[in-house]
């Protein structure tokens, strides 16, 4: 019975009445505002917005990282406070250590909770296993394409068993294929491992291919804009992009996101840029007026 | 049975020779011009020596390649001359070691810790402009012997290199670094070990580089004019008692020990930066 109550849901993320500022010669800037966000256990949450809305400094106030100016972060009811192997991140940049091999990357959090050597190496490889990576154990990350790169990002970041998954457009440097691919691999773990995942992108149909529920924020200062169910069953195919469902989703997402990205650009784009946008070029193709 | 498939049979040896000859063109292109370089300086050099050249510079004294070889013979079996040798290279040994155990620690605080760098850096941006040679007379009053202000000297001489560039590799690790190895549950004590650390790596060791460089140069220079033993010394000296080849003969043995100290700090640093190897 307590077996059961011990491992009862876990990793549900709050946000409440979050803001964030920062202070700058001209006083203080307002980078994310009235915001409230929630992640329930098992579920996969993606936060979109155009660039410099603030959703990246959201992920890193769950992270950790940054202290909300006012409200607060937590999970399972507890307060973040900073930093913890508790909730596993994943960065654009992949930021594996380059003087560890791939299967040191992974062992690293089981090392700083103290694991003994031969039980952590064990732990490592399996997980490496798991992402198609164990031939690979051996090779420094610089040798590593960039989607094996983020494979090991990811197991890295799953290896301490961590209650949430917070990534940060963890596939925005990958080509389109292995983008798609990716995000396969990602759908996958998170299935089999049934861990809440916290994913923010700029891209809209990874968004919708991979969430239950997708945020929208609006442009800086950055607050949620509009909450959407991605009702589409699971598992997802790749030839589900191509449902009516999905470009229903897609469209209402698109003119969501359009808005607040014209807005971000401010007002001089309205004005000139808008009109540019529709030169006339009698008949003449682009290279010739160019 | 599929007729594409021949039997495959090993290359032959003139096969395999083209083959490793195409891939290492290019290196062995750059050794044979390097060898017929050093071979036409070591041919301008002999010439201009026995012709006694006088056109600005005046070579009449200066001595001939075979005249530098003759003396190389004589004092590789002169202990006067290893001993000499042998002294410079104990003195760089001391004063690069303590350098490099002095200034990596520190640079790594300093770059970790703001206060200790707010204390510590205005004092060595004030120093470090000062050459290690200037410090020869403050060396002589400090220390008591003449072997101790020598290696002081040399300490120096490496010391700021050392420690500017572990401060500028501190200054360039990547803080997503940083933030993973924190999700990892990683604490400062190991932050600093496993990321602040090798991330400098690089840094460090061209740090050591450029200070073994320049642990040479004031050595040589310390040697010069308060020694009296050490390859600087035998050069000066040999300048005195005009054994012109001797002076040829001490500047070549400086320019291959620090050639050599070099390659052995690159050596160490393929050692300790396996992921930096091609």
């Not at chain 2, 040896?13 to 750059?30: I, P, Q, S, V």
């Not at chain 2, 370089?37 to 301008?44: D, G, K, R, V």
């Not at chain 2, 510590?120 to 012997?145: D, H, K």
């Not at chain 2, 202000?149 to 997503?176: A, E, K």
Request: include cysteine; charge should be positive; hydrophobic fraction near 45%.
């Amino acid at each position: 019975m307590s077996e059961i109550v011990a491992k009862a849901p876990q990793g549900h993320i709050e946000v409440r009445n979050f803001s964030l500022s920062y202070d700058s010669i001209e006083g203080p800037v307002q980078a994310v505002t009235e915001t409230q966000i929630h992640v329930k256990p098992g579920e996969f949450v993606s936060i979109v917005g155009p660039s410099g809305c603030g959703k990246s400094t959201l992920l890193n106030a769950v992270a950790g990282f940054l202290k909300p100016t006012t409200g607060i972060v937590t999970v399972d009811g507890e307060k973040v406070n900073g930093p913890s192997a508790e909730r596993g991140m994943v960065f654009q940049q992949y930021s594996l250590f380059p003087w560890k091999t791939v299967r040191e990357n992974v062992e690293f959090g089981l090392k700083m909770r103290g694991m003994a050597r031969s039980q952590r190496e064990r732990a490592a490889r399996t997980l490496l296993g798991l992402a198609g990576l164990e031939a690979f154990e051996k090779h420094y990350p610089e040798k590593l394409s960039g989607g094996m790169k983020q494979r090991v990002g990811i197991v890295r970041a799953l290896a301490t068993g961590p209650k949430v998954l917070l990534l940060d457009e963890p596939f925005g440097a990958l080509d389109a294929q292995t983008r798609v691919i990716m995000q396969q691999i990602l759908t996958n773990m998170w299935q089999r491992l049934k861990i809440s995942v916290l994913f923010v992108t700029h891209d809209i149909d990874e968004a919708i291919f991979l969430s239950d529920r997708v945020y929208c924020m609006t442009a800086r200062p950055g607050s949620i804009k509009a909450e959407i169910p991605i009702p589409l069953e699971r598992p997802r195919q790749q030839s589900m992009m191509m449902s009516s469902e999905f470009l229903a989703l897609r469209r209402g997402l698109m003119s969501l996101i359009r808005e607040e990205s014209i807005k971000a650009m401010g007002g001089e784009i309205s004005d000139l840029g808008m009109q540019g946008l529709n030169i006339e070029l009698h008949g003449a193709s682009l290279a010739d007026v160019i | 049975m599929p007729a594409s498939t021949p039997p495959a049979s090993p290359p032959s040896f003139g096969t395999l020779a083209l083959r490793w000859y195409r891939l290492n063109r290019g290196g062995l292109r750059a050794t044979a011009i390097g060898i017929i370089s050093l071979l036409a300086f070591l041919l301008a050099w002999h010439l201009l020596t026995t012709y006694r050249v006088v056109f600005f510079v005046r070579f009449t004294n200066v001595p001939s390649p075979l005249a530098v070889y003759a003396s190389f013979t004589k004092a590789i079996h002169d202990p006067k001359f290893l001993l000499h040798v042998l002294l410079s290279c104990r003195r760089i040994f001391f004063g690069f070691s303590l350098a490099a155990i002095v200034a990596v620690p520190l640079g790594l605080i300093m770059g970790r810790f703001k206060l200790v760098h707010e204390i510590i850096f205005p004092v060595a941006e004030v120093l470090r402009p000062i050459p290690a040679i200037a410090w020869v007379p403050m060396a002589i009053m400090l220390w008591p012997t003449n072997e101790q202000s020598i290696v002081y000297i040399t300490f120096l001489g490496s010391f700021f290199p050392i420690l500017v560039n572990t401060l500028h590799g501190m200054s360039l690790v990547d803080p997503v670094l940083v933030r993973a190895a924190q999700c990892l549950g990683a604490q400062e004590r190991s932050i600093f070990r496993d990321v602040y650390f090798p991330a400098s790596l690089p840094h460090i060791f061209t740090g050591l580089t450029v200070g073994m460089g320049v642990a040479w140069v004031s050595l040589i220079a310390a040697e010069m004019i308060s020694g009296q033993y050490g390859i600087g010394y035998f050069t000066w000296e040999a300048y005195s008692l005009v054994q012109y080849a001797d002076i040829a003969l001490g500047m070549i043995a400086i320019g291959v020990l620090g050639l050599g100290s070099s390659m052995l700090i690159r050596g160490a640093g393929q050692l300790v930066m396996p992921w930096r190897s091609r």
